[in-house]
């Protein structure tokens, strides 16, 4: 088994479980939605990142636009984050904190994003043959980058 291998799948495992908690708080109308969106897209870009060896520098952890950007035009998952580079505003202080006047920030209906990204790991999943639900010590079966394929 290779780092690079769980590093991925573990990427993966833990976008799934932002994801469903994004997806609980939105139905609960709780604002904190949001935030386990970007993290969820954040930590599936990750996975892509790591797939392509590249690093990423900590101040670029919640920069959806920056870690998008760090995959190469040749990967089909690139063009599919370009709209949700939105979600990026809602891991800052930006939504998570009170406006200087004391109110809260309004927020963005986010369901078609959290749709978005929902396709989007999924289809990551399928592409690095990660069992979702096992152990933190099952790999994903490949690592190797997704390519647009050329037919």
Do not use: C, W
């Not at 799948?9 to 386990?36: C, P, S, T, W």
């Not at 800052?92 to 109110?103: D, I, L, S």
């Amino acid at each position: 088994m290779k780092a690079i291998d769980l590093h991925i799948a573990n990427h993966l495992r833990l976008a799934d479980e932002d994801l469903k908690a994004a997806q609980v708080l939105i139905k609960a109308g709780n604002r904190f939605g949001a935030y386990h969106a970007e993290q969820a897209a954040e930590k599936i870009l990750l996975a892509l990142i790591t797939s392509e060896q590249t690093h990423v520098k900590r101040k670029d952890a919640h920069r959806l636009d920056v870690l998008r950007d760090k995959l190469p035009d040749e990967n089909p998952f690139k063009a599919r984050f370009r709209s949700l580079v939105y979600l990026t505003a809602y891991a800052t202080t930006t939504f998570r904190h009170p406006e200087e006047g004391g109110r809260l920030p309004a927020q963005e209906e986010i369901d078609e994003g959290v749709a978005k990204i929902k396709s989007i790991l999924d289809d990551a999943v399928k592409h690095f043959g990660i069992d979702i639900d096992a152990s933190d010590n099952v790999p994903a079966k490949n690592s190797t980058p997704p390519r647009i394929s050329k037919k």
